[in-house]
């Protein structure tokens, strides 16, 4: 059978099209080998290429754009187009395509955010075409429309020559999001115009596309057999209205409150938090990361960033009730009795739950593990999940038997090898069961997990999730293949408005040169994982793809950092610049009498003694063993076992010491002999303010450059290696956190892989203004007040008078003395700014949700802060103090969230 593939696309001189597909004449799937078509008509750009394939399979191909050196400069928007070729009387087939271009803003509606939430069709037409005969005079088109955006009672319709002809014809959606049609029609009507519509069934009426009249022409030139369909593949259905924007509600799983849950949110509230999204016409729901983070079982566990594995949930979101009741009464009664009174509590009690959920668990697993490991659904899952499952029960047994997530304190598993696994995985060992439990959790929290998935994709609403930037030191991950990460580094974040000293993750970074070797394997694998649960996802610290805040493993502050990877300056490229390069003086702790004595005070002489060398008169470097931040932190103590007066002394000691390892002006790169980068606010420093203003001035110039300007060509290529790879895994919706000191490349290569970006009103991507406008915001974005990163809305506003004001005048545009608290009006204000934005998704906390009302928001805003990014020891441990059950009856607060929806076109149809 004969194909012949037609589609315009003007191209540039040196540039062709070339078809790639599945079969050997497309090159098998390899672009090098793709087949070039020939350009037919110029003016409009019109390539043609026919081929001669056996009758009978699936054809898969899509177009591609080729330089004059064979090179692909960029290639169709998503997967490979199909083609069931099926005999017939049909000798050929003639395919009119229209190009899919990868950086239409409208390529975010085909995510599965939006095809299998937003639009899920409730029902597809799975009839089949009914049998047209072609005659002399008659031939067969196929129209197909890709379109997603498309209600449940709705339906996409065709009319043929509509200046004619009225009549409606309701395309198939069986191939949903391709709608499609066939039709016979007389050759004279070559050329045919057609017009597509939406079909409401609800209103009983026909909404128009905007476009002028489509028309299909097949010249002489293009035939290619007497008896031949035609395959109209058209894309873009341009609806009448704006571009679809929907609103969204943040809250982390914890956070959440039913009254079936124990003292935590879990997995089984979100259905709850569905059902009121549905009331107030939210149509997604964010959440932070929820990945087991158990390291201690304290507190300091509440981290949810911190993860012990990628793959794995974390056993406190799990609902007990669900898994069954205790045989043990005593037990039981107690257990209820925690949850009682864990659920009478204002915030989560992370260290109490855990522990009554972990010797419930170990209860009911002992109670039911016969049964457990004969269920077929969990030995499904056990043989689809065991790469990961096995070594993370592993890793949290040793954990438990060590008293320590440290792997290299665990002896001879402290570098496991696939019989460590076997050794441990042991059924018949006497400690099975401690291994086991662990796969028991997992297959419980999977399926709670996935039941409110799949409620959230039933009732039109997104599950989003959250990926980390960076992995736990201590965890599975490492554990088990340390070679993709650089296990001597810390990632973090240079320092900000919110951060002097910058930030210290503590995460390893990524050797991403070992992951391209594999193309980036755990990766895909851990997005592919979360694709599970998830048809949205939050790319935390997006900016560690283009390049990432690293700090040796021998300092503590985020301020010791520099970024990697990065274009280094030489020794020889800094004596260039005439400002006298000086390895001691620019690179070593400037350290000077007067310098310690206003970080010291009447303790000057007592730390010169124990831990400074005075090199010459009035001019010191510090000892050995106290010449950087680590060995600081680890030789002088400031913890609780210490006695107060020597804590409070040790206390000032250590942070000025700390300050004065960080005097330097330039850091020397650990991997590289004698090249370096500008320490990140050099200029804050004495060793800079106390130079020449000449050498200031050439100082400041090589910080500038290489801060702004020398690496951003190399981060754009660095970030365009990764991200496409990793977008194309899974068809969820990709969200970055653009926050910080973001490259000028990086919107641009958001942009072109239609991910959104984040907009903070108080943290605007311009430098030279203090606040963001909503109406300024791009399409391709999230717009939000805040987040869990900072305060809410109504902390903010009592954070500081002045800028409030100015906030006040200059953003809400109102006129005298802006109100001490944030009323509830000036809440509603601020978030239909945000309503009214042309970001495609406007998303709220939900504590800045309830700020406009009164009687529902809480009394003290401080209480509904989440997590401050400057405080390392931050307790996650906001709860939400109404239950769901509850705020879903508060009809009037639902329906004014409703209704401001509808206003802002956020809650249309089209």
């Avoid at 005969?133 to 709705?154: A, E, G, M, W, Y």
């Avoid at 569905?274 to 990361?289: C, F, M, R």
């Avoid at 009682?340 to 419930?360: I, S």
């Avoid at 592993?394 to 320590?404: A, C, I, V």
């Amino acid at each position: 059978m004969k194909i012949q593939f037609n589609i315009n696309y003007k191209t540039q001189y040196g540039q062709v099209l070339k078809v790639v597909g599945n079969t050997s004449l497309l090159g098998g799937y390899k672009n090098k080998k793709a087949k070039t078509m020939l350009l037919k008509n110029k003016e409009k750009g019109g390539w043609s290429l026919t081929i001669d394939i056996p009758e009978g399979g699936e054809l898969k191909y899509k177009y591609i754009l080729c330089d004059s050196f064979n090179s692909v400069n960029f290639d169709e928007f998503g997967d490979y187009r199909s083609l069931i070729i099926q005999g017939s009387e049909n000798k050929a087939i003639i395919l009119n395509d229209s190009w899919k271009s990868v950086t239409d803003k409208k390529n975010v509606l085909f995510s599965s955010a939006f095809t299998k939430a937003v639009f899920k069709p409730q029902k597809l037409d799975k009839s089949k075409f009914k049998s047209l005969k072609i005659t002399d005079n008659k031939k067969i088109v196929q129209f197909n429309l890709r379109v997603s955006r498309v209600s449940s009672h709705h339906k996409v319709g065709i009319i043929i020559n509509p200046e004619k002809d009225k009549k409606v014809l309701l395309l198939n959606n069986k191939n949903y999001p391709l709608w499609s049609k066939e039709i016979s029609i007389a050759k004279s009507n070559f050329s045919t115009k057609y017009k597509y519509c939406i079909y409401d069934s609800k209103q009983k009426k026909i909404v128009l596309e905007e476009y002028a009249l489509r028309e299909l022409k097949l010249s002489d030139a293009f035939r290619v057999s007497d008896n031949y369909m035609i395959i109209k593949n058209d894309e873009d259905f341009k609806f009448p209205r704006y571009p679809w924007k929907g609103g969204g509600v943040a809250i982390p799983v914890f956070s959440l409150r039913t009254k079936k849950s124990l003292g935590v949110g879990e997995f089984a509230d979100i259905k709850l938090l569905v059902d009121w999204a549905k009331k107030t016409g939210l149509k997604l729901v964010q959440i932070l990361p929820i990945n087991d983070t158990t390291v201690n079982y304290r507190w300091t566990d509440s981290y949810p960033y911190a993860a012990i594995s990628v793959f794995a949930l974390h056993p406190i979101y799990i609902n007990l009730e669900k898994i069954g009741k205790l045989n043990s009464k005593l037990i039981q009664e107690i257990t209820d009795e925690q949850k009682k009174l864990l659920n009478k509590k204002d915030f989560v009690d992370y260290e109490k739950v855990m522990q009554v959920k972990t010797r419930f668990l170990k209860q009911i697993f002992l109670q039911q593990k016969d049964a457990f490991f004969n269920d077929t659904e969990f030995k499904k899952y056990f043989t689809k999940n065991k790469d990961w499952l096995v070594p993370y029960a592993s890793f949290s047994f040793l954990r438990d038997l060590y008293g320590t997530a440290d792997f290299e304190k665990w002896g001879r598993f402290k570098k496991p090898t696939d019989k460590t696994f076997e050794e441990l995985n042991n059924s018949k060992s006497e400690y099975y069961n401690d291994i086991a439990v662990h796969y028991f959790i997992q297959f419980h929290l999977h399926k709670q997990l996935l039941e409110a998935t799949n409620y959230a994709r039933k009732n039109g609403v997104i599950l989003k999730g959250d990926i980390p930037i960076g992995i736990f030191r201590n965890s599975v991950d490492a554990w088990t293949q340390p070679e993709l990460y650089n296990m001597n580094s810390q990632a973090g974040a240079p320092p900000d408005d919110f951060a002097e000293n910058g930030q210290n993750w503590k995460f390893p970074t990524y050797n991403w040169g070992v992951m391209a070797q594999n193309n980036y394997k755990w990766w895909k694998k851990r997005l592919t994982k979360l694709s599970a649960y998830f048809d949205a996802y939050r790319i935390d610290h997006i900016l560690g793809f283009f390049r990432i805040w690293e700090i040796p493993k021998s300092q503590t502050q985020g301020i010791m950092g520099r970024f990697n990877p990065a274009i280094t300056l030489t020794v020889n490229e800094l004596k260039d610049k005439n400002f006298g390069f000086d390895l001691f003086r620019h690179c070593r702790p400037y350290i000077r009498e007067h310098i310690l004595d206003s970080l010291f005070g009447s303790l000057k002489n007592a730390v010169k003694q124990d831990f400074l060398i005075e090199s010459s008169k009035g001019q010191f470097h510090l000892k050995d063993d106290y010449n950087t931040q680590s060995k600081i932190e680890q030789k002088i103590l400031t913890n609780l076992q210490v006695p107060p007066d020597e804590r409070y002394r040790n206390k000032i000691i250590k942070k000025g010491l700390t300050y004065l390892v960080s005097e330097v002006l330039f850091l020397e790169d650990e991997n590289k002999t004698n090249e370096f980068h500008p320490r990140h606010s050099l200029f804050k420093t004495h060793s800079f303010n106390e130079l020449d203003e000449s050498s200031k001035h050439k100082i400041m110039e090589i910080y500038n450059d290489y801060f702004y300007y020398r690496n951003e060509d190399f981060w754009q290529k660095e970030a365009m290696r990764k991200l496409p790879e990793l977008k194309e895994t899974t068809d969820m919706l990709v969200c970055g956190e653009d926050l910080g000191m973001v490259p000028s490349c990086v919107p641009e290569v958001m942009n072109n892989l239609n991910m959104l970006s984040l907009e903070v009103q108080r943290m605007p991507k311009n430098p030279k203004i203090e606040f963001g406008h909503p109406v300024n915001y791009p399409y391709l974005s999230v717009a939000t007040p805040s987040s869990h990163d900072t305060s809410t809305i109504r902390e903010w506003w009592e954070e500081d008078t002045n800028r409030t004001q100015r906030f006040y005048t200059q953003i809400l545009g109102e006129q005298g003395g802006s109100p001490y608290f944030c009323e509830t009006w000036v809440a509603e204000a601020i978030i239909n700014q945000h309503n009214y934005s042309p970001s495609i998704w406007a998303i709220y906390p939900i504590q800045d949700l309830l700020a406009m009302d009164d009687k529902l928001r809480r009394q003290n805003p401080k209480d509904e802060r989440i997590n401050v990014p400057a405080n390392p020891e931050n307790f996650w441990k906001y709860r939400l103090h109404l239950n769901l059950e509850d705020l879903i009856k508060e009809t009037d607060f639902n329906n004014k969230i409703k209704e401001m929806m509808k206003k802002s076109g956020r809650l249309n149809d089209y």
